[in-house]
């Protein structure tokens, strides 16, 4: 039989924390479930706000059910607070609540706008249907015949009033 019948025996891969801090990882490290080996950027960051020593101390402070999630914060405050090293998280609150604020601001004046829109085209039927109205009323009030007579004194007349006109509305 030749070599090639054994089976390799397979080492595990390191987390990142123990790659990091070049220790031997086995399977008791407690940051191994939440960093693992290909992910080394992560600790990397945890490591660099926090320390390893104090980032094993939170998460064994941590009910064992709840060490993912206080994992995943630990991962998201160090990226924080390395993009804003004064402010971290709470400048990202900050920056969002004051968005939100701007937002509801917004919405509020558009709502008046459209509210605004909406009364000025209920002006605009009732004075339409007015209107069409008053000329079903003059028809009916000539005899009740409808006359094709031309009248004048509506007529548009473009030296009376040309067609350019610098109207604003």
């Known amino acids: 039989m030749g070599l090639e019948a054994l089976p390799k025996a397979r080492t595990p ?3 990142a924390a123990c790659r990091m801090l070049r220790r031997r990882c086995d399977s008791s490290c407690i940051l ?10 992560k600790f990397a960051g945890v490591h660099k706000v926090f ?3 104090n ?5 064994q402070m941590v009910e064992e059910t709840n ?4 994992a995943k914060a630990l991962v998201y405050e160090a990226r924080a607070r390395i993009r804003d090293p004064v402010y971290g998280s709470t400048g ?9 604020q701007e937002l509801k601001t917004q919405l509020e004046s558009t709502k008046a706008q459209v509210l605004e829109l909406q ?11 007015n209107v069409n109205h008053l000329d079903l009323l003059s028809t009916i009030d000539h005899g009740g015949s409808f006359s094709l007579d031309y009248d ?18």
């Open 13 to 15: 891969q390191p987390c």
């Open 32 to 41: 191994a479930p939440y960093f693992p080996g290909d992910e080394i950027e």
């Open 51 to 53: 320390g390893a020593s």
């Open 55 to 59: 980032v094993i101390k939170m998460i």
């Open 67 to 70: 060490r993912e999630d206080a």
């Open 92 to 100: 990202a609150i900050f920056q969002l609540q004051k968005m939100v």
């Open 119 to 129: 009364q000025q085209k209920d002006q605009l039927l009732g004075i339409l249907q």
């Open 152 to 169: 004048n004194s509506m007529a548009y007349d473009p030296v009376k009033f040309p067609a350019e006109c610098d109207w604003t509305f």
